[in-house]
């Protein structure tokens, strides 16, 4: 079976004041450098076949030194970028929330149906990510591969590995954290994405 671990990467300053980093390339921060540094502890010999990142420096930087302590060079994937979330980016989350709350909600609980203005809609984002993991997963059949993708693209791709049929967001996920997740096999084929 498929496993994939996916990496969240380390604290940006934006993390730190709650605010939405959508595309916006923000380095990490102090805090962010010493989660990325316990990350690469925690996941030091691990056993993974690749490593693939996301472009922004928060993600390649952790990426890099969690490939340090894998003993692998990260692959870097423009398609694994985080989702443009338009002219919600650099605000902070209270604010969006005071604007308007419904709104916020019903983003978090059904994005489908909300795209932030001037942003990427969730469900060309989802198909970007589909087409991105399948030749991924089918080259690493049986195979465990880490991922490195920034909040929250990597709910989404969490979804789609899970094969959830609602997407859902969540606006506290942690910063510096890992899960695995076994990607299971459809019609004879590793099948998330389809």
Known sequence: MTQVVLIRPGATTYDEQNRVQGILDIPLSDRGRAEVERLAQRLAGAELAALYCGPSESVVRTAEAVGRAVGLRPKRLDEMRNLDQGLWQGLQIDEIKRRNMRLFRQWLDDPRTICPPQGEPIEDALERVKAALRPLLRRHRDEAIGLVVAEPIAQLIAGVLRQEAHVHLDDDVPTGGFERI?????????????
């Open 182 to 194: 076994e990607v299971v096999a459809v019609s004879g084929r590793t099948g998330a994405p389809g």
